[in-house]
């Protein structure tokens, strides 16, 4: 299931599912009990090799072909806010889960759930939306659906974007691929698509106004690989963060990932917006930042091509990967200690995405 | 857009999405109305070669083969009902419109929106439901994505799929195709779905439980096109029924289609049904029922192969393509005279599927 992981190997579960009688907003947000919901819910019905990668998309074979299959659901509220829309979240959001496979994203599918009453000219700004980010990521979008609820059985409108890719032959993408010595690159600064959504629902005031980092990541993803970047995981940062990515490919690959706390990027509003929140910035969502585990020897390459584009320029090693065999992600903090990130617990932001 | 199609020519529309300041239930129904939303709405903003098709899903290239692509979203209410439930619908749903499209369904996506509340118990049903579906129909479900809004915000739980196939080499499927003399094969009888949903939403008692005829018709679409039958169009019977198909399929191809009411099998309980509920049987929906256009020499074995499927042990020649160029559907009523077939207008079955 998309950008979730395995249940947590090294971290007691407060609440496992079958003493959980009811769906909780938690359960949506990324986090632990997310985790949780999937690997007893899903996974036990729905097994199978490609469900178990437990990735942001899956790579199944069509005939000779690698194909990238991907999709969310994308629920978010307000529907409009600074940076984006619903619209180009459901475009940006999907085409990242396919470029975070090493697919280049070509065509999309979209199913909305219209709610009875929303305006004409909400949706008619949502569409235009849509069809601009696609155009600027380069995708088709090619068949869709729509649905209607009764009034107060949806919330305006609900937007779920499927998509396919083809990753090209000899690009392998996976935790698995993680090796020691890897360098941990972070895109850009992390936060900023969380806390423009909750500066816009709490009323929050900045100087200047947070926008999200909401954008397609696919095109400095294709030039990564195009130079012959041995990208061995890439991961974007969504809901639940860079800490619940992190995590989660520490998991999968069995591995310690190590961290500088002083090397990540954080906007100086995104920083005080979470303490005034109480939020730690490693767990508040982003949708136009990733994470790409690469060999040292390219990191510097990686770094070069990643900052030529205009969402990346703050792009930067922020850790690497241990020899040691703990599936853990320690930070060195700015105070000079050490802590253990984990991953998001709660429903710190319900509806971001 | 799925299932729908272009703006009626021989029609007047009553009412322009330009004049219409908010979403109506029928925007969903497949009707008039969602012909218009979808070709005021979303072509201008999607045109492009694959949309235009206005099929049940997109056939696209691939490294060379070509792959269909199809999502429905599914908001059936109740979640369970006789026949299926919100789960063994929406992996039917989605695998027979990528049958339609000639395509052999091998993957599909889910994504969920779950409503805060709903119980654990109702989701795991589900679970369970889309597991024996994808099995009985042959796909594998190998990606997904969950997401929870708040309580009264939802409706329980709204499921997206998208799925891909391929389609073999030679299968072109499209009502271009249509021929004068093509024989119009129903491939069983007509309204179970839609009387099913209906009879438990407003309890209505028969003597025996009307149950939808949810199932996949993957595997005898499959064998047709193995078989070599020359299938020059297929479409399922699923919002705005028989009647929506046929008119969808008569304007597309610009060719009139000649239908016998007489021949078209329908239960007789849901025929009483539709009588007290005031529906004309050809617009109540089907969730497993499809027309196919097939060459006249190759209707009869059509048939034979059909019948040997449970599902269409009823499946019969109802019609033909005329050698008239006008994109209408007549109908030769019961009672000797000829009436012209409508798509459904209004918001006859909310939340059908």
Chains 1, 2 share one sequence.
Do not use: W
């Not at 995708?139 to 649905?147: C, I, P, S, W, Y």
């Amino acid at each position: 299931m998309s950008g979730n992981g395995s249940l947590p190997k090294s971290t007691t579960c407060p609440m496992p599912i079958r003493d959980t009688e009811e769906v909780l907003l938690a359960h949506g947000g990324g986090g632990r009990l997310m985790a949780q919901l999937i690997e007893e819910m899903f996974v036990p019905a729905f097994s199978n090799q490609h469900l178990d990668q437990l990735h942001d998309g899956a790579v199944v074979d069509m005939s000779g072909a690698k194909l990238a299959f991907a999709t969310d659901s994308y629920v978010v509220q307000p529907l409009f806010f600074p940076g984006g829309d619903i619209g180009s979240l459901a475009v940006n959001g999907t085409v990242n889960d396919l470029a975070m496979c090493g697919a280049r994203p070509q065509y999309l599918s979209v199913g909305m759930i219209l709610e009875e009453g929303l305006p004409m000219e909400t949706l008619r700004r949502v569409v235009e939306s849509m069809r601009d980010a696609a155009m600027a990521a380069g995708v088709t979008l090619v068949t869709g659906d729509t649905k209607v609820v009764d009034r107060g059985k949806g919330d305006g409108l609900f937007i779920n974007t499927a998509g396919v890719g083809l990753v090209p032959e000899g690009v392998v993408i996976g935790a698995r691929r993680l090796s020691p010595g890897d360098a941990v690159v972070l895109s850009g600064d992390i936060g900023r698509h969380g806390i423009a959504i909750m500066a816009e629902r709490e009323g929050l005031a900045f100087e200047t106004t947070v926008r999200s980092d909401c954008a397609s990541v696919a095109h400095v993803v294709q030039e990564l690989l195009a130079a012959g970047i041995d990208v061995h995981c890439m991961r974007d940062l969504t809901r639940g963060g860079l800490a619940s990515a992190l995590v989660e490919i520490a998991e999968a690959a069995d591995r310690q990932i190590d961290l500088d706390e002083s090397l990540i990027p954080i906007d100086p509003q995104v920083q005080g917006a979470c303490e005034i929140l109480g939020l730690d910035p490693c767990h508040v969502a982003n949708e136009g930042c990733f994470v790409a585990f690469v060999p040292a020897c390219d990191a510097r390459e990686t770094l070069r091509i990643m900052r030529n584009h205009t969402q990346c320029t703050d792009a930067v090693i922020i850790g690497g990967v241990s020899d040691e065999n703990r599936p853990v992600v320690t930070v060195k903090t700015a105070i000079g200690g050490t802590r253990l990130l984990d991953r998001l617990s709660g429903e710190q932001l319900p509806r971001i995405c």
